[in-house]
């Protein structure tokens, strides 16, 4: 099947969309994929634009937790990840970002190998850029060892949910309350 923008396709298009906004960026990464074979990022930070991302989300079902990293770069509480590399998978990138950015290897067990979630969504700051984001779900523990990449990050921690409900929203990608919601949906015993 390769790892073009069929593959990628193949990956977004499988997602069950949660709500309409979600519906929304799914359309939109649909329409982005089948109109250029150009979906890898080239230069830093947004050549081209749009271009493909991996989310990791480091997520505790014990305790319904979150990690987060405080992204040196964005000035946002983001879920790990980074960019696909020219003919990567997706998933390839998520089980790379894991290991790059927190020192640990992707568990997949919550939602499977594929994404749970899919956005577009323009950056913030002086290079802005639109990503096409798909969001991996990782399980972890509060307890696990987390070796924080330095260079992207000023800091990691657990979060709550009552603790990102009552945070200002602009810390965080915008999306992350929706996805949030779609998570603790479909992971409900």
């Not at 298009?13 to 519906?23: L, Q, V, Y």
């Not at 359309?27 to 089948?34: D, E, P, S, V």
């Not at 070796?147 to 657990?158: I, M, P, S, V």
């Amino acid at each position: 099947m390769g790892h073009g923008p069929s593959r990628v396709a193949a990956l977004v298009a499988a997602i069950s969309p949660w709500d309409a906004t979600e519906r929304e960026h799914q359309a939109a990464a649909l329409a982005w994929l089948a109109g250029t074979r150009d979906i890898y990022r080239r230069v830093k930070p947004g050549i081209p634009s749009p271009h493909l991302v991996s989310y990791v989300l480091l997520a505790d079902p014990v305790s319904s937790g979150v990690f987060l990293v405080d992204h040196r770069l964005s000035g946002l509480w983001l879920p790990a990840g980074g960019h696909v590399e020219r003919f990567e998978d997706p998933l390839e990138t998520a089980r790379r970002e894991a290991m790059e950015e927190l020192g640990i290897s992707a568990d997949l067990s919550i939602t499977g190998p594929r994404p749970l979630f899919v956005t577009v969504t323009p950056t913030r700051g002086a290079d802005p850029h639109t990503d096409v984001s798909l969001w991996y779900v990782l399980a972890g523990v509060r307890d696990m060892p987390i070796t924080l990449d330095q260079r992207e990050f000023a800091g990691g921690r657990w979060w709550t949910r009552e603790e990102i409900e009552a945070a200002d929203p602009t810390r965080f990608d915008p999306h992350l309350p929706r996805f949030l919601t779609k998570l603790r949906a479909l992971t409900r015993p």
